[in-house]
């Protein structure tokens, strides 16, 4: 059994910051690329950032420069430092993890997502 909890989530002011973390927990082996998403009503869910298990970046055009991923790889943590947020980066925020669980004698490797958090920017 794996798991993703997201946390950190809230209501802020325009030019605000927040920071996003998502654990993952249950019989992990490895975790290879974790990433974030955000999904607004009405829309599809959107790509924000990844990071590799190496420290590899990819981000958005939307939120580069504002957002930064980051990974604790010995805690199976991934961060989202957003700053300089706006009203239109209102969101439910998902995290992603591409990773290799343990089960048994055998590994297998899937994809998971976490619940959500929700993120709400205005005055």
């Known amino acids: 059994q794996v798991q993703l909890v997201e946390s950190g989530g809230g209501l802020v002011q325009p030019g605000g910051s927040l920071r996003l973390s998502c654990a993952a927990s249950?019989?992990?082996?490895?975790?290879?690329?974790m990433g974030w998403y955000r999904q607004a009503p009405g829309n599809q869910r959107e790509l924000l950032a990844t990071?590799?298990?190496?420290?590899?970046?990819n981000y958005a055009d939307s939120v580069k420069g504002r957002f930064t991923i980051s990974r604790d790889n010995t805690k199976n943590t991934v961060y989202l430092q957003m700053n300089s947020l706006k009203p239109q980066d209102t969101a439910i925020y998902y995290c992603?993890?591409?990773?290799?669980?343990?089960?048994?004698?055998?590994?297998?490797?899937?994809?998971?997502w976490g619940q959500g958090t929700q993120v709400t920017v205005s005055s």
């Open positions: 249950g019989s992990i082996e490895s975790i290879s690329a």
């Open positions: 990071i590799t298990s190496g420290g590899s970046t």
């Open positions: 992603n993890a591409d990773l290799t669980r343990k089960s048994g004698s055998g590994y297998f490797r899937n994809n998971y």
